[in-house]
Nanobody, 123 residues
Framework: QVQLAESGGGLVQAGGSLRLSCAASGRTFSTHALGWFRQALGKEREFVATISKSGGVTYYAASVKGRFTISRDNAKNTVYLQMNSLKFEDTAVYYC????????????????WGQGTQVTVSS
């Protein structure tokens, strides 16, 4: 069982930056791949980024590639999402997710989910 708690959301102007954090409980953090998804109001949840168990492999949605960076600190049981050059269309609730299996596809549905943190980008 892995419990996830996101933080770092907020209101930012277009072009600005935010860093989301997701703290995980349990001693199995390093055995799980991690990722971020988002859901805008009235839209389906969409994949944002994922990182392998060791942190050596990352994969991004085309809409955020080059602007967002996912990273993890296994010693701190934390995964991060650095978001730069934010756009109005990045406004959404951002969810952290974890799974024992690494995934590199936007269609994979991880086993564990956090409660989400709101990111609002003003235009």
């Amino acid at each position: 069982q892995v419990q996830l708690a996101e933080s770092g959301g907020g209101l930012v102007q277009a072009g600005g930056s935010l860093r989301l954090s997701c703290a995980a409980s349990g001693r199995t953090f390093s055995t799980h791949a991690l990722g971020w998804f988002r859901q805008a109001l009235g839209k389906e949840r969409e994949f944002v980024a994922t990182i392998s168990k060791s942190g050596g492999v990352t994969y991004y949605a085309a809409s955020v590639k080059g602007r967002f960076t996912i990273s993890r600190d296994n010693a701190k049981n934390t995964v991060y999402l650095q978001m730069n050059s934010l756009k109005f269309e990045d406004t959404a609730v951002y969810y952290c997710a974890a799974d024992p299996t690494s995934w590199y596809s936007g269609s994979y549905y991880p086993r564990y989910w956090g409660q989400g943190t709101q990111v609002t980008v003003s235009s």
